[in-house]
């Protein structure tokens, strides 16, 4: 059992994506992009796993941004305001600057040739069990931010690397990077972050803490590492945001809890109980209402559904890069001449027909030339190929057991989102699909699953051996923006097993 914690969120707001349903347009950006995110001034106790009696924990909110200040100020407590038990007493930052993106809501620490920093001074010592730290990485720096308890560097944990994280964007939202496994070391009246040099910029995003109420957990000892290094940053959302407790326990059940209160409410009429066939149906009735956007729509989602971070499409079949609002189709003779509109599930097998024809969650934008090459073909792994696309993906004799004919295999790094598209796709339309679609060897129209046996053995080895990633979910909820609906085999990324295996 993990530790009880408590959320303190700091939370500079972002702006510029809808709201997930149920928040209104003044959520912040990385509440909406982030769920497995929640700011909440909800609060509980919980159990120590190294006491015999419960340790309390607090509960406060945090939202910084609320504030107007220029490029160059140093934020000051007027910059946000708390909820809750209110903890933070004062702040002081260096070379600590606004965003410059003209929205002055991003907090940056550190100048083009100077290290920054910022502290929180508390009104009280308390007992950390936990900090996550989430944010950008400003233009290209590749930036690398420490922790500071009582002014000091901390021994623990190590700083936490922002270079994998996405360049800020109009559309771009935050990485999941974090802190966590921090060992209560007495108590702590003060916190705050540092980069390790110029040139090192960072843009925080969100900031979560998780603290006792009074001392160390009963027992005397402290959180083990061990225990807390294993919780991903959606888990550190966790028992205070939970509704009563009253979900079974089990997988699918632990990533409810962990997405934020709106996700929830999105799928409160699906039973998680239910598992196999049965639980498909109850997803395929709520996902399968859906505003239709149109075949030329599908641009103006990939706008905010595939930006790369850097102002191109997200291409997963060509390394080559287009730049956003140039995709219109058109002729092409190589590859890198052209963007268009790739239907994962070819759309000859459904008579075009919509909504599936212009449904973004299996629409994606990719080169025309390597869109032409993968044809009609399903998806397998390839044996010889025959045609090798710029970033690896082949067409060729498929090598998977089960199907032998020409297949079209992208690369490991986007197999997941590919299995994880096609398992949205069986689900959503496992009713459309029941009668007068065009033979397709991935599909079983006379099972209740949709899908061949041999394409659920390897779309099910694809979706375990490239996980859920951040690019997947920026675009589910870049998706949800338009659509109105979401693919809940990245929302869930245990779902695939529930239902197929």
Known sequence: MKPSRFLIVAAFLLGGCSPFPGESSSSSHAQESLPGSESSSEG??????????????????????????????????????????????????????ASDRGDNTALRLGSSGSAGQVNFSLDDSYVLSSIDVYGYKYKNDDAKIGLLLNGDEAASPVAVSFESAPVIGEHSPSSRTAFSSLEEKGE???????????????LIVEIVISFYESGAPSGGGTVSSSSQSESSSEESVSSSQSQGGNLPSGSLEEEYESLSSSVRSYYEDVDLSKEGASLKTDFSKC???????GYDGLWDVYEDSDDDGNGNYWDMYSDIRHRLGTGTGGNYSKEGDVMNREHVVPQSVFNKKSPMRSDAHQVIPTDGYVNNRRANYPFAEVGSATYTSKNGSKVGKSSTPGYSGTAFEPVDEYKGDIARINFYFVTCYESEMASGWKSYAMFNYSSSLRLSSWAVDMLLKWAEEDPVSQKEIDRNNGVYKHQKNRNPFVDFPSLAEAIFA
Do not use: W
Request: aromatic fraction near 10%; charged fraction near 15%; proline fraction near 1%.
């Open 287 to 293: 996902i399968k209402s859906h505003t239709n956007v």
């Open 188 to 202: 702590v009246s003060s916190f705050g972050f540092y980069n390790e040099a110029g040139k090192q910029r960072v």
């Open 44 to 97: 509980g106790s919980g159990a120590s796993s190294t006491g015999s009696e419960e340790a309390q924990i607090l509960a406060s909110t945090i939202v910084f941004g609320t504030g107007q200040y220029d490029e160059g100020d140093v934020p000051s407590m007027d910059s946000f305001s708390q909820g809750g038990e209110g903890i933070v007493a004062s702040i002081a930052a260096e070379k600590s600057y």
